[in-house]
């Protein structure tokens, strides 16, 4: 299977530890991805209004890019990537019209996008083809004893169409943290929205998500949040800051990605996981169970 | 609040213009309320999801532009998945946020964002939010 890979505008930077973390997993699992040469940002959101083709040229574009790697699967790693670039994807599949005019656009491209490259996440790449009975075999050091909460959000899982899992009850992340030997604390909250990019005007109605949501997962139980998106990771970890003055009596709680978990577990460095990028550090819970 | 209703407003282009940048049927809705029930922004809107979609039917063009509801909500899409008639609420209120914002008439204004409020977020957040709220 010849993957190429996708970062997009944060994993480069803010989330750094993203895909480090998801790199060095991957390595270890023996499976090899090819970041795309020249990838451009995907746009972050996908365009709702029926007359707007202009905001699909970023997404096709990078799977235009994947053709020319001489790979027909992309994966992406954050969430928001994936729902853009795979419901843009979905949508140009299902127009042929949309799709001409958007080849039409991007004439002095080599090749024209025929709706023939695969958008996946790296979740369902561990579910569905490396599988997590061959994970479960590689995995070197159990996270015995930790108690971690799924946080879902909402791109991974609506609309339905695009969703590798239930949109109301998605598990997927929660079998992977037992694959690796957590614990797994489902929470009523683990779809609801953080408030996404309301983050940068409206700081104070993330900060009422982020109490709402880490509150109901400590209240399980869970000693920490994992996520699969840069930007709920924004919201939940560093807007604790705002949550805190907000609610005196909210309890911190550490949040990190699903990929940190899997890269300890399969035996990553500690580099590679960058706990330096985190607001709530996690290392006091990582160094309490042994695992760092 | 008093509202008036009329057959003017009903037949106002702005009614089928929110049918089509959103591609959805608004009479289709039948007002059960899921929509806003499952809503998480609720708490900061002054008019309910699903108020939005009865507003728009019946061409309540001034009280949709100026509320402060479809600036709240996320595109989190949990209404969509809920709503038992399938419609896309959250294209709805996108297609009122475009109408606004095709008259370039933004939600947020770049340049006054304090340095500590573009500096201190990762680009996911800036580009997603100016992508929704700037033209
Ligand atoms: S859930 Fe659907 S049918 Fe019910 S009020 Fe909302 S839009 Fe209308
Ligand atoms: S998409 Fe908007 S209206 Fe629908 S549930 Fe989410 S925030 Fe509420």
Redesign the pocket.
Known sequence: MKLSYFPGCTLKNHAKNFEDSALCALKTLDVTVQELERWNCCGTVFSLTTDDLIHHIAPVRNLIRTKQQGSDKLMTLCAMCFNTLKRSNERVKANQEDLDIINDFMYREEIKYEGDVEVLHLLEILKNDIKFETLAQKVSKPLKDLKVASYYGCYLVRPEEIAFDDAENPVIMDELMEVLGATAIDFPFKVECCGAYQTVDKPGVVADRTNQILTSAKKQGAELVVVSCPLCAFNLDHRQKETVAKFPEFKSMPVMYFTQLLAIALGCPEESLRLDLHYIDPKPILQEKGFI | MRTNLSRRKLRDPFVTKVEELSGQNLL?????????AGCPAVDEMDIL??QI??FAQLGLKEELLASKAIWVCASCMT?NV??????N?AEVIEAIRQILLRQRKDHVKVEELKPSERGDVPPIALISNFRKFTS
């Open positions: 289709v809705c039948y007002q059960c309320g899921k929509c806003s999801p699903n979609i009865r209404c809920r709503c038992p008639k399938g419609i609420i």
